[in-house]
């Protein structure tokens, strides 16, 4: 057995060592439960996260080949594109635990701190080998270790009774979702005899389309729909997201629907990668968006609690996401890592800023915004900014991005998806601008108090801030990303 | 490189300003970045007229002047060009125009001055960088970028039901810009998917069987912010809700984006469909023109009145261009001039009378020339320039446009031009009883009594604007000279093909 190709694993490695020095430190490091002050308080997970971002980020930025390698027998796959997609998600954690330091400093929360960062980095290693799969078995195995702490920390907030009920809700509908992905590769196995994905790609391509196979792609698409909660299969989101507490949700809406967005791309394009079947999925995929980006926008305009929203938000911006799989082409692929990229930014600076109004205020309704402007100009300006983000408008990185994944999309003859999918943005700007009505426009007697942040939600907003405003101009980014996703397929 | 930076400034002279605005102290710092700012783009305006005009007359005859371009998103084939003609260089100087005299009549707006500069500035550098671009992405980001200030301008500094007005022009402007962004990229992939830029795309030609669907989408998409029937009902909404000076700048200018959007994207691009889908458009801008000037009659809200009358008269630029003569389309470019300025000026005025009498409602106007004789005589100026008299900018503006529309022979061109020209008599209706509701006779309303007149910046602000309006009015030589060479090269390309119009 060759070592080095542990080597390849470098992303997967670090991260693990992070967690492992987490997981020692959380012995020694019990912060001091009065001052509620220790070293341990975000600065070690987020500095050593940081840590493992450079480690990362640098190798595939430094040699910048298009260059992809197996490991044990192809049951692990790593291409310069995946590091991408790793980093992206490695940095939105670091945001997630920059915003997450005030919650986390609650009385209640400060002896399970590292609980919080251990789980969630668990989850993270999940995604970074369901990304990396090569094997149906890996990847199960990271969608089940991305799925179960995740159910852990979705119900950190014991007391609360909201939470349980999300964590419930989450955990049954992932088990579901499992199974049915279960069942879908056993089919595909029994068709074509192997669980690795490109053999089984191969074999597919081999021979036309039978009922099992078919029966296999609606199955592993409605698995991992469920994770990106697409239409139809959305309908534990807007529970858990509001249940859920705001940092997690800002994770959930983010993290985990990104990840699960591009394995299920690289699951489509190796494993149906032949022609019969992408008509097939572009057919299922074509109803999905439309569902996903019609219905939740309607049901975002009547929501009065922020997280809530969020929640349909994030399932109208999911069907965004997936435009980028249209045929599996290059150019898809690169639009949706920028796309999700850029949505990371937008919508980890809102939730921070919805974080920061929830710890310092304790109010989460939409209407509790009203007024916000007057109190507190600058968050309320950079919930601005993200939600511009959020709805596509230039100079901001949204726009950017919502244009390049319709180009993609209509590039492929997707004219009538992409006219759908246009009109849908204008009602998600009506929705967003109705916040923005609420903290600039609407009259409020008694707007929440002025509030000082704390300084490591600042940085997260600063990062974020940084993100859609730079993201889209600075060409470099999307440059990048495509100079990387033909060397993918 | 050179040409780059030239035209940019327009964009960076902005964006300086709103670093600038970002960190003043207080509100003389920031009249202070506005009043230098929007000097400094004046003055780039007039050199640029002056540089455009004196290479032009040294036989500069390439379509587009100072052209360049750096390479944006390589994969995607976007660029960032620059470039102008006639049309957009009258376009720029209209834009400063109206961003100085829209400053300084803004100068006494409260509160919150410094947020409303920002968007003010986020706004005009959306303009400014709107006319430069010639690569259809950077225009159509820059149009955005143009548009989205105006909820919060409207929203929050607004009057009357600001907060209805403010969603329902964002959001019908917006859906316009959907059905662009649809075209944008049937055009770009249908005409080899190798550029966006324009100039390239109008030599390598649009596959004629698409032109059909990018044509429609593309007018209507930059229809709806040039007033286009059935799509201008958030005009009167939005104009009679906004503040003073977004009044000005989004009748003077932001509407001049459709008309001029229509004229170099949709029409330039797919000549083949505007010659044959022109005749339902133009019905629908001769209903706009008509039903524009019969609205304005019934209303009693000033601005109301106004916005209509602007409905009216943007529906004439559309209307002559779809006419697809030059000295039609070249009078079309004289009304997005001559109604930039008077527009401005209206609703400038409108404002300070407003800001005295807090009344738009002409019931309870009357006698104002005795009380405030300097907004007063201006406010007949204005009237007079938007019926059209002589030796003001309408008359210009809209005898070359229905010459140039007489010019097309065919029952179908002749009976719209006369149902068109019937506005005008319907102008002066409106203006007249207007004029003399408000302005003469006696003042019955007592409150009225003690109010004062014109402030030295208002003033400065309303001076400039007649000052411009009379220009053009007595020497509109120079500048049909500036606009001619822009026309022509759109003219010949639409000229190269046949008329199928089925009226003909």
Not at chain 1, 182 to 192: D, E, N, V
């Amino acid at each position: 057995m060759d070592y080095s190709q542990f080597l390849s694993m470098h992303a997967e490695l670090s991260l693990l060592a992070v967690i492992l020095i987490l997981f020692v430190a959380d012995l020694f490091m019990c912060p001091d439960k009065k001052s509620g002050k220790g070293v341990y308080n975000t600065c070690l997970p987020a500095v050593l996260l940081l840590v493992h971002i450079v480690l990362n980020l640098l190798p595939c930025a430094s040699c910048g080949t298009t260059e992809s390698f197996t490991a044990f027998g192809g049951m692990y796959v790593h291409t310069p594109m995946m590091t991408v997609v790793k980093s992206i998600l490695s940095v939105g954690t670091l945001i997630v635990f920059l915003m997450a330091h005030k919650w986390l400093s609650r009385e209640e929360n400060l002896v399970k701190q590292g609980e919080f960062y251990l789980l969630t980095l668990f989850t993270l290693l999940g995604m970074f080998f369901m990304i990396s799969a090569g094997h149906f078995l890996m990847f199960f195995i990271g969608l089940e270790l991305a799925s179960v702490p995740m159910a852990a920390v979705v119900a950190f907030d014991k007391k609360r009774y909201e939470s349980a009920e999300a964590s419930a809700k989450f955990i049954l509908l992932a088990l579901f979702s499992a199974a049915l992905m279960l069942y879908g590769m056993s089919l595909l196995y029994g068709a074509t005899g192997t669980l690795y994905l490109e053999p089984m790609g191969q074999a597919l391509a081999a021979n036309s389309w039978t009922p099992l196979t078919v029966a296999g792609l609606a199955l592993i698409i409605s698995g991992l729909g469920f994770k990106i909660s697409l239409v139809p299969f959305h309908l534990w989101t807007a529970d858990t997201y509001q249940g859920a507490p705001t940092v997690v949700t800002g994770y959930l809406s983010v993290i985990s629907k990104g990840a699960a967005a591009f394995a299920l791309f690289t699951i489509l394009v190796k494993v149906f990668g032949a022609t019969s079947y992408v008509e097939m999925w572009n057919e299922i995929f074509f109803w999905l968006i439309v569902l996903s980006i019609t219905l939740a926008n309607l049901f975002a305009i009547r929501q009065q609690n922020l997280k809530r929203f969020m929640a349909f938000s994030a399932i109208s911006q999911a069907g965004y996401l997936v435009l980028g799989l249209m045929d599996g082409s290059a150019q898809g692929m690169t639009a949706l890592v920028f796309y999700l990229f850029v949505y990371m930014a937008a919508n980890l600076g809102a939730f921070a800023v919805m974080s920061s109004v929830e710890e310092n205020s304790g109010k989460i309704n939409i209407c509790d915004y009203n007024g916000l402007y007057k109190t507190n100009p600058k968050l309320a300006f950079l919930m601005t900014l993200c939600l511009f983000s959020l709805a596509g408008i230039p100079p901001f990185a949204g726009f950017f991005s919502k244009f390049f994944i319709f180009m993609a999309a209509f590039k492929g003859g997707h004219v009538l998806l992409v006219f759908i999918a246009l009109v849908n943005t204008v009602v998600s700007l009506y929705y967003y601008l109705l916040l923005v009505k609420a903290m600039y426009i609407q009259p409020n007697e008694s707007p929440i108090a002025t509030f000082r942040s704390d300084n490591y939600t600042r940085l997260a907003l600063a990062l974020c801030t940084a993100g859609v405003i730079f993201l889209g101009i600075a060409s470099i980014v999307y440059n990048y990303i495509d100079a990387l996703s033909y060397g993918l397929l | 490189m050179e040409n780059i930076l030239y035209l940019s400034t327009f964009v960076f002279i902005p964006l300086v300003m709103l670093l600038g605005l970002w960190l003043a102290k207080n509100v003389n710092q920031v009249r202070g970045v506005m009043v230098a700012g929007s000097t400094a783009l004046l003055a780039l305006a007039i050199h640029l007229t002056a540089r455009f005009l004196g290479d032009r007359a040294a036989g500069e005859t390439a379509e587009m002047l100072y052209t360049g371009a750096v390479s944006w998103f390589e994969p995607l084939n976007i660029c960032y060009s620059v470039g102008v003609d006639g049309i957009s260089v009258a376009m720029i100087l209209l834009s400063a125009i109206i961003v100085f005299t829209g400053t300084f009549a803004s100068w006494q707006l409260k509160p919150l001055t410094k947020e409303y500069f920002l968007w003010f500035t986020l706004l005009s550098m959306g303009v400014f960088g709107f006319f430069i671009s010639i690569d259809m992405f950077a225009m159509f980001m820059f149009y955005e970028i143009a548009l989205i200030p105006m909820y919060l301008l409207i929203g929050v500094w607004g009057s009357g039901k600001k907060e209805y007005s403010a969603m329902k022009l964002t959001l019908m402007l917006m859906g316009g810009s959907a059905f662009l962004m649809c075209g944008i990229f049937g055009i770009y992939f249908d005409a080899g998917a190798s550029t966006m830029n324009i100039l390239d795309i109008a030599k390598h030609g649009v596959a004629l069987d698409n032109q059909y669907l990018w044509f429609p989408m593309t007018f209507v998409g930059f229809g709806v912010l040039g007033a286009l029937f059935p799509f201008h009902t958030w005009s009167p909404d939005g104009h009679a809700s906004a503040p003073t000076a977004v009044s000005m700048l989004h009748a003077g200018v932001l509407m001049k984006l459709g008309g001029y959007g229509c004229f170099r994207i949709a029409m330039y691009l797919m000549p083949q469909a505007a010659h044959e889908l022109g005749w339902i458009f133009l019905i629908l801008t001769g209903i706009s023109v008509v039903y524009g000037a019969f609205s304005a009659c019934v209303q009693t809200d000033l601005k109301y009145i106004n916005a209509y009358s602007s409905v009216s008269h943007c529906g004439l630029v559309l209307f002559a261009i779809l006419m697809m003569n030059e000295t039609a389309c070249t009078g079309a470019v004289l009304q997005m001039l001559s109604h930039g300025l008077m527009t401005a000026l209206f609703f400038a005025l409108i404002g300070f009378i407003y800001g005295r009498t807090h009344t738009r409602d002409i019931r309870e106007l009357s006698g104002l020339m005795r009380i405030m004789p300097f907004l007063s005589v201006c406010y007949v100026i204005a009237g007079l320039a938007n019926l059209g008299l002589p030796g003001l900018s309408g008359f210009v503006a809209e005898m070359t446009i229905f010459v140039g529309s007489f010019e097309n022979t065919g029952t179908f061109y002749t009976t719209l031009t006369i149902i068109a020209c019937t506005s005008i008599v319907v102008t002066a209706v409106y203006i007249l009883r207007l004029v003399g509701k408000i302005l003469y006779g006696t003042c019955t309303n007592e409150h009225h009594l003690h109010l004062t007149d014109a402030t030295w910046d208002e003033r400065f602000s309303v001076i400039c604007l007649i000052a411009c309006v009379a220009g053009l009015g007595i020497a509109p030589l120079w500048v049909s000279n500036l606009i001619g060479d822009g026309v022509a090269p759109i003219i010949n390309q639409l000229d190269k093909f046949i008329v199928l119009n089925p009226f003909m």
